[in-house]
């Protein structure tokens, strides 16, 4: 089966990465981001999740609720932490009628988030790296956007 890679979001196909500038409503609120909200969504407090809203650039919004990792209500690669993403792709996709056209496009292809530059850590959980050989990786995200375009 082929595959579809996305990193960047400058890059073909970077539209499926939450860095993607493609603003959102939620709760009454915009987000610039897809990553804004689902780092707003892993804090209960309405304070913090503004502090996140308000950031300029998703790695800001990133970087903020890092910063606040001890008022996180919902641990990081959690099932709840895979349900918030899944929901953000969602809204993502309904709100951006042409972001999911295209996401059907990719169809039959599997989508890998390439984080073969990144740290280990999360990034492996959320995406895959390539050895030369095969892809290492639960691809958390690329799993949720197959599941997302089949039901499309």
Do not use: C
């Amino acid at each position: 089966m082929k595959e579809i890679i996305f990193t960047k979001t400058k890059l073909p196909y970077g539209w499926l990465g939450n860095m993607f500038a493609s603003p959102i409503e939620y709760d009454g609120r915009i987000w610039r981001t897809g990553e804004a909200l689902f780092q707003a969504l892993r804090f209960e407090e309405d304070e913090y999740r503004e502090l996140i809203r308000n950031e300029k650039s998703p790695i800001g919004a990133k970087l903020k609720a890092k910063s606040n990792k001890d008022k996180m209500v919902v641990i990081p690669t959690s099932d709840k932490d895979v349900d918030n993403m899944r929901l953000v792709l969602s809204i993502k996709f309904k709100q951006h009628t042409d972001l999911s056209k295209k996401l059907k496009e990719t169809d039959p292809y599997i989508l890998i988030e390439d984080v073969s530059t990144r740290k280990r850590g999360n990034s492996t959980f959320w995406g895959a790296y390539n050895n030369g050989e095969e892809w290492i990786g639960q691809n958390i995200l690329g799993k949720l956007l197959m599941e997302l375009r089949d039901g499309l």
